[in-house]
């Protein structure tokens, strides 16, 4: 392809090193941690296993009143008021999955309750809320066949003991379904520009995502460049311009309509010649034609390769959390047109089927890497099973039961 400069390169505001740690293999983590409060960090290696996620304190477990975002659908970002102050992740998870808990954990809450023997009827009803909240039918009867067997094997009887057994067994299906060396830490360049791809059909939250993900690694010390390869939409180089602004990192955009694979070429080069940390890609996510799309992917990635060999060092696959099953088919065909490394489930905050994560992991075996947990610019946080399903039980699981089982 040519590489003739058809993006226009423009330094929306100088990086600023921020004063957190810049390791590079630890950015995630680094990142994750960063905008923590020493309590909660604290308190979240405490949870670091699930033995710890039933022997949390009681003070730790009380909830914050939830208020997910989930207000006005709109283009651009949302402005974050002088005062707010920024979440925990534990904070975060609890107040994004209120939906999900209100269906799916109260739901599994009455049948906890009203059970007199954990019997056949029970199992039923178990699949029901289980497939209610999206898991998903599969994993719905592997859950349970897998907890029926266990509430034998531990002949738990109380209440209690079964809901720890299904804590349990759900983060434990999660890491089994994935690969042991897997981690939701991005894929990060030992040296030189980590270049991350993102795709994803329109309206996902692609843009949001990235603009979240750059303000993110910017914050973390990282010399962030992003390029607005979507140059089908009109609109979407512009959002992605305002998010740059707002999270202080450098854009190289192209002319509406243009080669994307144009933007994408000057971007890599931008990277290497100044030495950019990380280059997020924003891409158009026309899925109705099939065949175009693969092929734009793939000049995308080409061209990413032959100027950085090991690059894209991961394919990010958003997807919007509320259309239940249907990300996962979006996912499906994404998955047979591009290597996808990973998955942002974006609009968690926003839906009641939030145990579409589970069914992601069971059926694409892709690990999924960040969630989206509101529209705030630090509303995305690096997922993690044990915080997640920890967040789906909170303020139900009676935790002095729990400590004495
Ligand atoms: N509640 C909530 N809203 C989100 C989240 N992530 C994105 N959104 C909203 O989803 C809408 C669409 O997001 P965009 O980033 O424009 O989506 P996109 O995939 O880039 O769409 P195109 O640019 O059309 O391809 C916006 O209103 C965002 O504020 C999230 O985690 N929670």
Known sequence: MSAEPAAVAETSAQPVASVASAAPASVTQAASRETASVTAVASQESRSSLTSTASVSVASISTASAEASTSAVTSE????????????????????????RH??????????????????????????????????????????????????????????????????KMVEIYDQAGNDEESTALNMAPEG??????????????????????????????????????????????????????????I????????????????????????????????????????????????????????????PHEVLLVLDATTGQNALTQAKLFKESTDVTGIVLTKLDGTARGGIVLAIR???????????????ID???????NEFVYGLFKGLIDVSALEKA
């Open 77 to 100: 970002p949302v402005e974050e008021s002088e005062s707010a102050s920024v979440k925990t992740d534990e904070q975060l998870y609890d107040q994004g999955l209120e939906k999900t």
């Open 103 to 168: 269906t799916f954990g109260e739901r599994l809450n009455a049948l906890l309750a009203n059970f007199r023997h954990v019997d056949e009827g029970f199992f039923d009803d178990l699949e029901e809320t289980l497939i209610g909240a999206d898991v998903g039918f599969d994993m719905a009867v592997k859950l349970s066949d897998e907890l029926r067997d266990e509430v034998k094997l531990q002949n738990a009887k109380r209440s209690q003991d079964v809901q720890n057994v299904i804590v349990e």
């Open 193 to 250: 520009p980590t270049v991350i791809l993102f795709v994803g059909v329109n309206g996902v939250g692609k843009t949001t995502t990235i603009g979240k993900m750059a303000n993110r690694y910017h914050q973390a010390g990282k010399k962030v460049l992003l390029a607005a390869a979507d140059t089908f939409r009109a609109g979407a180089t512009e959002q992605l311009d305002v998010w740059a602004k707002r999270g202080h990192v450098d």
């Open 252 to 311: 190289v955009k192209g002319q509406p309509q243009s080669d994307p694979a144009a933007v994408v070429f000057d971007a890599v080069q931008k990277a290497k010649r100044e030495n950019y940390d990380i280059l997020f890609v924003d891409t158009a996510g026309r899925l109705q034609n099939k065949v175009n799309l693969m092929n734009e992917l793939a000049k995308m990635k080409r061209i990413i390769t032959r100027e950085i060999p090991a690059a």
């Open 362 to 376: 069971n059926e694409l075996h892709v690990p999924v890497k960040f969630i989206g947990l509101g529209e705030q």
């Open 379 to 385: 509303d995305l946080r690096p997922f993690d099973p």
